[in-house]
Protein backbone atom coordinates (compact mmCIF):
# COMPACT_ATOMS: atom_id res chain seq x y z
CA UNK A 1 0.00 0.00 0.00
CA UNK A 2 1.61 3.62 -0.84
CA UNK A 3 1.32 5.98 1.55
CA UNK A 4 -0.32 9.19 1.65
CA UNK A 5 2.69 11.68 1.40
CA UNK A 6 6.17 10.85 -0.56
CA UNK A 7 8.51 13.70 -1.19
CA UNK A 8 12.01 13.79 -3.47
CA UNK A 9 15.47 14.50 -1.97
CA UNK A 10 18.45 15.46 -4.05
CA UNK A 11 21.72 14.35 -2.58
CA UNK A 12 24.96 13.74 -3.48
CA UNK A 13 24.74 10.32 -4.28
CA UNK A 14 21.28 11.21 -6.37
CA UNK A 15 17.84 11.59 -6.11
CA UNK A 16 16.34 9.64 -2.61
CA UNK A 17 12.46 9.17 -2.11
CA UNK A 18 11.26 9.76 1.72
CA UNK A 19 7.82 8.54 3.30
CA UNK A 20 6.33 10.66 5.67
CA UNK A 21 4.58 8.15 8.28
CA UNK A 22 1.21 9.95 9.35
CA UNK A 23 -1.35 8.20 11.99
CA UNK A 24 -4.89 8.25 11.70
CA UNK A 25 -7.08 9.04 14.94
CA UNK A 26 -9.34 6.42 15.14
CA UNK A 27 -11.88 5.08 17.64
CA UNK A 28 -11.73 4.30 21.19
CA UNK A 29 -11.31 0.97 23.04
CA UNK A 30 -12.91 0.61 25.93
CA UNK A 31 -11.10 -1.24 28.81
CA UNK A 32 -11.09 -1.29 32.50
CA UNK A 33 -10.34 -3.37 35.72
CA UNK A 34 -12.35 -4.31 38.67
CA UNK A 35 -10.50 -3.79 41.83
CA UNK A 36 -7.19 -3.46 40.30
CA UNK A 37 -7.86 -6.88 38.36
CA UNK A 38 -7.76 -6.93 34.39
CA UNK A 39 -9.48 -10.55 34.68
CA UNK A 40 -13.23 -10.59 32.78
CA UNK A 41 -14.87 -12.06 35.73
CA UNK A 42 -14.35 -10.79 39.73
CA UNK A 43 -15.85 -11.85 42.68
CA UNK A 44 -16.74 -9.72 45.44
CA UNK A 45 -18.55 -9.89 48.89
CA UNK A 46 -22.09 -8.06 49.46
CA UNK A 47 -22.00 -4.49 50.58
CA UNK A 48 -18.06 -3.96 49.44
CA UNK A 49 -17.56 -1.15 47.48
CA UNK A 50 -15.91 -2.05 43.94
CA UNK A 51 -14.01 0.02 42.09
CA UNK A 52 -14.02 0.56 38.33
CA UNK A 53 -11.20 1.69 36.79
CA UNK A 54 -10.79 3.13 33.29
CA UNK A 55 -7.58 2.02 31.24
CA UNK A 56 -6.64 4.55 27.77
CA UNK A 57 -5.38 2.42 25.34
CA UNK A 58 -2.87 4.30 23.25
CA UNK A 59 -2.16 7.66 22.77
CA UNK A 60 -3.82 10.81 23.17
CA UNK A 61 -5.35 9.88 19.63
CA UNK A 62 -7.46 7.24 20.85
CA UNK A 63 -8.74 8.90 23.95
CA UNK A 64 -12.25 8.19 24.86
CA UNK A 65 -14.46 11.57 24.52
CA UNK A 66 -17.34 10.29 26.71
CA UNK A 67 -17.51 6.83 29.02
CA UNK A 68 -20.95 5.22 30.09
CA UNK A 69 -21.28 2.38 32.40
CA UNK A 70 -24.10 0.34 32.96
CA UNK A 71 -25.03 -2.66 35.04
CA UNK A 72 -27.48 -5.33 34.29
CA UNK A 73 -28.46 -8.55 36.03
CA UNK A 74 -30.98 -11.68 35.09
CA UNK A 75 -32.76 -11.55 39.06
CA UNK A 76 -33.27 -7.95 39.29
CA UNK A 77 -30.14 -7.27 41.78
CA UNK A 78 -29.93 -4.22 43.67
CA UNK A 79 -26.92 -2.03 43.96
CA UNK A 80 -25.62 1.79 44.10
CA UNK A 81 -23.41 4.18 42.52
CA UNK A 82 -21.60 5.34 45.97
CA UNK A 83 -19.27 8.06 46.57
CA UNK A 84 -20.17 10.90 44.72
CA UNK A 85 -19.88 8.95 41.50
CA UNK A 86 -22.40 7.94 38.53
CA UNK A 87 -22.84 5.94 35.32
CA UNK A 88 -20.88 9.09 33.77
CA UNK A 89 -17.91 9.11 36.23
CA UNK A 90 -14.40 7.58 34.57
CA UNK A 91 -13.38 5.36 37.76
CA UNK A 92 -17.40 4.84 39.76
CA UNK A 93 -17.24 3.09 42.74
CA UNK A 94 -20.57 0.87 43.06
CA UNK A 95 -21.80 -1.25 45.98
CA UNK A 96 -23.61 -4.22 45.56
CA UNK A 97 -26.53 -4.52 47.87
CA UNK A 98 -27.63 -7.86 47.03
CA UNK A 99 -25.51 -11.70 46.01
CA UNK A 100 -25.64 -12.27 42.63
CA UNK A 101 -24.00 -12.49 39.09
CA UNK A 102 -24.01 -8.79 37.66
CA UNK A 103 -22.36 -7.31 33.96
CA UNK A 104 -20.72 -4.65 33.92
CA UNK A 105 -20.44 -3.01 30.61
CA UNK A 106 -18.17 0.01 29.76
CA UNK A 107 -18.63 1.78 26.50
CA UNK A 108 -16.17 4.41 25.20
CA UNK A 109 -17.21 7.01 22.30
CA UNK A 110 -15.28 9.53 20.49
CA UNK A 111 -15.63 11.64 17.42
CA UNK A 112 -14.42 8.46 15.44
CA UNK A 113 -16.47 5.61 16.96
CA UNK A 114 -16.93 3.60 20.32
CA UNK A 115 -16.03 0.44 21.81
CA UNK A 116 -17.82 -1.78 24.61
CA UNK A 117 -16.52 -3.88 26.66
CA UNK A 118 -18.28 -5.99 29.04
CA UNK A 119 -17.05 -8.00 32.57
CA UNK A 120 -18.46 -10.16 35.04
CA UNK A 121 -18.68 -9.43 39.02
CA UNK A 122 -20.31 -12.41 41.11
CA UNK A 123 -21.23 -11.18 44.72
CA UNK A 124 -21.19 -13.07 47.20
CA UNK A 125 -23.41 -13.20 50.72
CA UNK A 126 -21.84 -12.08 53.82
CA UNK A 127 -20.77 -14.96 55.84
CA UNK A 128 -22.85 -15.24 58.94
CA UNK A 129 -20.58 -14.61 62.10
CA UNK A 130 -21.47 -17.06 65.16
CA UNK A 131 -22.10 -14.96 68.09
CA UNK A 132 -23.40 -17.39 71.64
CA UNK A 133 -21.95 -18.64 74.51
CA UNK A 134 -20.76 -21.87 76.34
CA UNK A 135 -22.04 -22.30 79.70
CA UNK A 136 -23.21 -18.99 80.28
CA UNK A 137 -19.98 -17.24 78.93
Known amino acids: HNPPFQSCNTSRTGPRLQYIK ?7 QSSFSINGSNNST ?3 YQNATVNLSYTNIGSTQYFAKTIEWSISNASGNTYNFVGGTNTTSINPQIQFTTPGTY ?29 FKINGK
Open 22 to 28: VNYPSAP
Open 42 to 44: VSV
Open 103 to 131: TINQTVTNPLGNSTLSKTIIVQPIAPIAN
